[in-house]
């Protein structure tokens, strides 16, 4: 599964666009890009998935560049709540006899202020 | 609202001991893990079951085994508790092939071994 890169920390207004970028340049042409997110002391959360259009859901959207080497998540309006640690996972799907495990970098720490 | 359950939240053991970490899921799904959580080092796959009876080791099985005997029970293991497996354990289950293959986690549970 290819790598990824994302910044450390990020600081985001409550009531604002919150834009999460992530690096993922050796991506191949079969994998996904996944977000999770994980808010303290509970388990992480899916977010939302892609592989090249971009997408939207009820909590966010995933911005997909046309070489794919990297992507964007964006909380269109961030809350209290939505502070949280936030990874990006490029993998190929789960098939039978594929280990169908996530690896989780260190993720992007989301503080939203007041 | 699916849902992925862990028997409990805080568990406290001693060196030696047995421990059983039980996860329950009520969404049908076929593919169950177990994942470990560490500050540092990520969410570090144990196993994972494609189907009932069914077991596969990940990056870290060493001391621990798992029983899966109903598709919607996965139970994790510890032989003989150590005090380096004091982690947060979390349980994940996800549908069977495909292209969407979303995790759905358990709050966790925060073992300590003494």
């Not at chain 1, 936030?86 to 039978?96: E, M, S």
């Not at chain 2, 939240?9 to 076929?30: I, W």
Request: charged share 20%.
């Amino acid at each position: 599964d290819a790598k990824t890169t994302q910044p450390t920390s990020m600081d985001c207004a409550e009531g604002r666009a919150a834009n999460l970028p992530c690096n993922h340049s050796t991506i191949s042409g079969n994998e996904y890009v996944y977000w999770y997110r994980q808010i303290h002391s509970q388990g992480p959360q899916y977010i939302i998935h892609g592989l090249k259009n971009n997408e939207t859901n009820e909590m966010a959207s995933l911005i997909i560049t046309e070489d794919r080497k990297s992507s964007t998540l964006i909380l269109p309006h961030a809350t209290l709540r939505d502070t949280a640690v936030y990874y990006c996972i490029v993998r190929v799907p789960f098939i039978p006899g594929n280990t169908g495990k996530l690896i989780f970098g260190q993720g992007t720490t989301l503080q939203v202020k007041p | 609202d699916v849902k992925v359950t862990q028997s409990s939240r805080y568990l406290v053991k001693r060196t030696g001991e047995k421990v059983f970490l039980e996860c329950v899921q009520d969404m049908d799904h076929e593919n169950m893990f177990w994942y470990r959580q560490d500050p540092g080092l990520g969410l570090r796959l144990i196993y994972f079951s494609y189907d009932v009876k069914m077991k596969e080791k990940g990056d870290i099985p060493e001391g621990y085994s798992v029983s899966r005997e109903k598709k919607e029970r996965f139970s994790l293991i510890l032989e003989s508790a150590s005090t380096n497996q004091t982690s947060m354990y979390l349980c994940a289950s996800s549908r069977a092939g495909g292209s969407y293959n979303e995790q759905f986690f358990g709050p966790g549970t925060r073992l300590t071994v003494l």
